[in-house]
């Protein structure tokens, strides 16, 4: 397995000063340097109504799915989420899909960023040393959060999973920049592992992104994006275009 090969990287303003991960394989930034926890909760928390479909009294379990995992910042937020409002017994099933992780020692300075989140950060850190290729599972907050780490290129990660996703979270690098994820064969698998109602966020508004997601049946609007970006996209799955 190939691990992300990272910079780190000052940036004065940001509102974490001690250094901002860097793609230097990609030669794009992980998230908003600025403050990505809030551009994380905007766009992809905001975007799929996660606050209110958590708070759903009767929910027993909820699934999504990450294009691009990262350095597990949209992970984290997701997770603490969850357990501030998700019923005690209800699971969340969280598959991140990730080609080059952070080896463990730029996970760690990562996550180190958001010090309200060192609970679930800690558990997930400590079974991170046995990372390995394909599948990786971890049990996180006794259980309430079930995390799958597939550890694949998305063209061979999509097509091995089974589960329907109630939720979808694209966070590749900028399309221009990483088309692999952004592809119309991941389009076509998101289509075969939704339902109606299945929702999705990313920070792009790219044309391509856009008219690839009405393709294979979801309804796509803009939002205004977050941070300098003019504009983003979530949407809906109807299965009907
Ligand atoms: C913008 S970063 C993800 C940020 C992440 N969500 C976070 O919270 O840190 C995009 C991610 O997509 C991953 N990626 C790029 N190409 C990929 C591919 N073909 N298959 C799977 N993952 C890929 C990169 O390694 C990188 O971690």
Redo the contacts with the bound molecule.
């Keep these: 397995m190939q691990f992300?090969n990272i910079e780190w990287r000052e940036n004065k303003g940001a509102k974490n000063s001690i250094g901002q991960?860097y793609?230097l394989?990609?030669n794009?930034?992980?998230?908003n340097t600025d403050d990505?926890l809030a551009e994380?909760e905007h766009v992809f928390i905001t975007h799929n109504k996660l606050q209110q479909r958590f708070s759903d009294a009767n929910l027993s379990s909820f699934t999504m799915i990450?294009?691009?995992?990262?350095?597990?910042?949209?992970?984290l937020a997701v997770s603490a989420l969850w357990l501030q409002l998700a019923p005690k017994s209800a699971t969340l099933h969280y598959i991140g899909?990730?080609?080059?992780?952070?080896s463990i020692a730029d996970l760690t300075r990562?996550q180190a960023l958001w010090p309200q989140f060192t609970d679930v950060s800690q558990a997930f850190i400590t079974q991170y040393s046995t990372l390995e290729s394909g599948t990786n599972h971890f049990s996180i907050a006794a259980g309430r959060i079930q995390l799958v780490l597939q550890a694949?290129?998305?063209?061979l990660?999509l097509p091995q999973l089974s589960q329907i996703a109630d939720a979808w979270?694209l966070?590749?690098?900028a399309p221009a920049k990483?088309t692999?994820?952004w592809s119309s064969e991941v389009f076509a698998q998101m289509a075969r592992l939704s339902k109606k109602g299945s929702t999705f966020a990313t920070f792009t508004s790219a044309g391509h992104v856009k008219r690839g997601l009405y393709s294979v049946g979801f309804e796509v609007s803009k939002h205004k994006g977050f941070g300098k970006k003019r504009e983003m996209l979530s949407g809906i799955f109807t299965g009907k275009n």
């Design positions: 992300a991960p793609s394989d990609f794009d930034v992980y998230f990505g994380s990450e294009t691009g995992f990262g350095t597990g910042l949209n992970f899909i990730e080609k080059t992780p952070l990562a694949d290129d998305i063209t990660a979270l966070d590749g690098f990483n692999a994820m």
